[in-house]
């Protein structure tokens, strides 16, 4: 009976409801319906896909558990903020959003225990097979759906600032220049959204691209598009000059880490006692803002999207996106180094083993370059593994094909030599120098074909030269 739950006919064709709706039915008629849908969805799968993880006999523990979370993450900003980092974990970032109304699907934890009731052993290996992963893929999948927080629309509404999101409920706003952003709280100045006919909220208002400083028409500001870049004209838009921008290398940082290009998509100026303050509204990258002294900062959302924040604004050091360019540096210096003992061994079975080891870390290590997330963290452990193999391989060289210590130190210094010739042109990109990571990627090729061509043929014709005397 412990598959027979997640594998009854009803929980898989939920399953299998929750995974279309999520990621096709929202996109063509998103609305109240195909929210609805996926809660219902959702708690028919989620409690069967529980109980595996209980002991056996949990099912009804499994159930009121699935309840009362949903009610927590549907009911408390805490509850939906911790049930958005869980499923961060589980499937990528992702957003859930607390909204009461969905408690209207509770009555689907009913149907999913009449369906566990109603369960027969699982007589069919291949059943298992199937709904099984369709289970987990489509609780997994459904909580990304939501989306991160996005500043797509800001404009200047009863003297505050207001940076709308659409994929949030309500609204940010900012009544002291743009340095503190909290939601809009009903029975404040800022006017109700008005709800459309099917129920949802209005969608936000336009933003602008441009605009001038009021009482100071000569001052304009103006988005170029496709970039994070503001231009500024001094004299009523006829020449532009840049006023702010993220430089085209740190949006290589930025492109990594939200896995899409940002771009600046509104802004909104408004006059001051000491001169004027400007908001942009820039996608995944949240706002910046320009205070009256004219100095630019960047603000980003909180992961459940409640508030902007100086500190969550994503940081243009691109150290956490090289990982794999500095583990396929430990790897590339690891080739080297089997190369060079292949060239300084002289007998057949060292001409086999030393590639051989090599062959077995880049079986294991290569698949991880196209991992997403955090599986290519694994290339590091893989990758000094195999550099300890070629290590192993140098001592059995050294001993057995009696190459000689000043030989093999020649070798693995050859192998550190090309490893920091990879390395360092990416470490340099990830804290602007160079600021293209095309311009790292050349330096990268050309130090490791300059360092190999050179360091073999110095370790070539040292052999030889050992041989003949």
Same mark, same amino acid.
């Given at each position: 009976?412990?598959?027979?739950?997640?594998?009854?006919?009803?929980?898989?064709?939920?399953?299998?409801?929750?995974?279309?709706?999520?990621?096709?039915?929202?996109?063509?008629?998103?609305?109240?319906?195909?929210?609805?849908?996926?809660?219902?969805?959702?708690?028919?799968?989620?409690?069967?896909?529980?109980?595996?993880?209980?002991?056996?006999?949990?099912?009804?523990?499994?159930?009121?558990?699935?309840?009362?979370?949903?009610?927590?993450?549907?009911?408390?900003?805490?509850?939906?903020?911790?049930?958005?980092?869980?499923?961060?974990?589980?499937?990528?970032?992702?957003?859930?959003?607390?909204?009461?109304?969905?408690?209207?699907?509770?009555?689907?934890?009913?149907?999913?225990?009449?369906?566990?009731?109603?369960?027969?052993?699982?007589?069919?290996?291949?059943?298992?097979?199937?709904?099984?992963?369709?289970?987990?893929?489509?609780?997994?999948?459904?909580?990304?759906?939501?989306?991160?927080?996005?500043?797509?629309?800001?404009?200047?509404?009863?003297?505050?600032?207001?940076?709308?999101?659409?994929?949030?409920?309500?609204?940010?706003?900012?009544?002291?220049?743009?340095?503190?952003?909290?939601?809009?709280?009903?029975?404040?100045?800022?006017?109700?959204?008005?709800?459309?006919?099917?129920?949802?909220?209005?969608?936000?208002?336009?933003?602008?691209?441009?605009?001038?400083?009021?009482?100071?028409?000569?001052?304009?500001?103006?988005?170029?598009?496709?970039?994070?870049?503001?231009?500024?004209?001094?004299?009523?838009?006829?020449?532009?000059?840049?006023?702010?921008?993220?430089?085209?290398?740190?949006?290589?940082?930025?492109?990594?880490?939200?896995?899409?290009?940002?771009?600046?998509?509104?802004?909104?100026?408004?006059?001051?006692?000491?001169?004027?303050?400007?908001?942009?509204?820039?996608?995944?990258?949240?706002?910046?803002?320009?205070?009256?002294?004219?100095?630019?900062?960047?603000?980003?959302?909180?992961?459940?999207?409640?508030? #902007? $924040?100086?500190?969550? =604004?994503?940081?243009?050091?691109? !150290?956490?996106?090289? +990982?794999?360019?500095? &583990? *396929? @540096? /430990?790897?590339?210096?690891?080739?080297?180094?089997?190369?060079?003992?292949?060239?300084?061994?002289?007998?057949?079975?060292?001409?086999?083993?030393?590639?051989?080891?090599?062959?077995?870390?880049?079986?294991?290590?290569?698949?991880?370059?196209?991992?997403?997330?955090?599986?290519?963290? #694994? $290339?590091?452990?893989? =990758?000094?593994?195999?550099?300890? !193999?070629?290590?192993? +391989?140098?001592?059995? &060289? *050294? @001993? /057995?094909?009696?190459?000689?210590?000043?030989?093999?130190?020649?070798?693995?210094?050859?192998?550190?030599?090309?490893?920091?010739?990879?390395?360092?042109?990416?470490?340099?990109?990830?804290?602007?120098?160079?600021?293209?990571?095309?311009?790292?990627?050349?330096?990268?090729?050309?130090?490791? $074909?300059?360092?190999? =061509?050179?360091?073999?043929?110095?370790?070539?014709?040292?052999?030889?030269?050992?041989?003949?005397?």
């Amino acid at each position: 009976m412990r598959y027979a739950w997640l594998c009854h006919p009803a929980t898989v064709f939920a399953a299998l409801l929750l995974f279309v709706n999520d990621h096709v039915l929202k996109q063509a008629w998103p609305g109240f319906v195909t929210g609805k849908l996926s809660d219902v969805a959702g708690l028919l799968v989620a409690p069967a896909l529980l109980s595996l993880l209980l002991l056996r006999r949990a099912d009804l523990t499994a159930t009121l558990l699935t309840g009362t979370l949903f009610t927590l993450a549907k009911t408390t900003q805490t509850g939906a903020e911790a049930a958005s980092q869980a499923w961060t974990l589980i499937a990528g970032p992702s957003r859930i959003l607390a909204d009461p109304t969905d408690l209207l699907a509770l009555p689907a934890l009913a149907l999913a225990w009449w369906i566990r009731n109603h369960s027969h052993q699982v007589k069919r290996r291949w059943q298992i097979a199937i709904g099984v992963p369709l289970a987990v893929l489509a609780v997994a999948a459904t909580g990304a759906d939501a989306g991160p927080p996005r500043a797509k629309t800001v404009r200047v509404e009863a003297g505050a600032f207001v940076v709308y999101d659409s994929g949030m409920p309500g609204e940010l706003r900012s009544t002291d220049g743009g340095r503190t952003w909290v939601p809009y709280e009903p029975g404040s100045e800022l006017p109700t959204p008005h709800p459309s006919a099917s129920g949802d909220p209005a969608p936000e208002p336009a933003g602008q691209r441009s605009g001038c400083v009021p009482r100071q028409p000569q001052r304009c500001y103006q988005l170029p598009g496709g970039a994070l870049k503001v231009l500024k004209s001094d004299d009523a838009g006829v020449t532009w000059a840049t006023e702010w921008e993220i430089s085209p290398g740190r949006m290589e940082v930025l492109e990594r880490a939200y896995g899409s290009r940002p771009a600046s998509l509104s802004l909104a100026v408004q006059a001051t006692p000491r001169g004027h303050v400007v908001v942009v509204a820039n996608g995944r990258d949240g706002i910046a803002v320009r205070d009256e002294d004219g100095t630019w900062t960047r603000y980003g959302y909180t992961g459940d999207g409640s508030a #902007l $924040l100086t500190s969550q =604004a994503t940081s243009l050091d691109g !150290g956490d996106y090289v +990982a794999e360019e500095l &583990a *396929a @540096g /430990v790897l590339g210096g690891l080739f080297v180094i089997i190369a060079g003992l292949t060239i300084a061994a002289r007998t057949r079975v060292l001409r086999w083993l030393v590639p051989g080891i090599g062959l077995v870390g880049a079986v294991f290590s290569l698949p991880t370059f196209y991992a997403s997330g955090g599986v290519h963290l #694994l $290339l590091w452990p893989l =990758a000094i593994g195999s550099l300890i !193999g070629a290590l192993i +391989a140098a001592a059995i &060289a *050294a @001993g /057995v094909a009696k190459i000689g210590a000043s030989a093999t130190w020649r070798v693995l210094g050859v192998g550190v030599l090309v490893a920091l010739g990879i390395t360092l042109p990416f470490r340099g990109w990830s804290v602007g120098w160079p600021d293209r990571y095309g311009t790292a990627l050349g330096l990268a090729v050309f130090f490791t $074909l300059t360092i190999t =061509a050179l360091g073999l043929t110095w370790i070539w014709s040292s052999t030889r030269h050992r041989d003949r005397a």
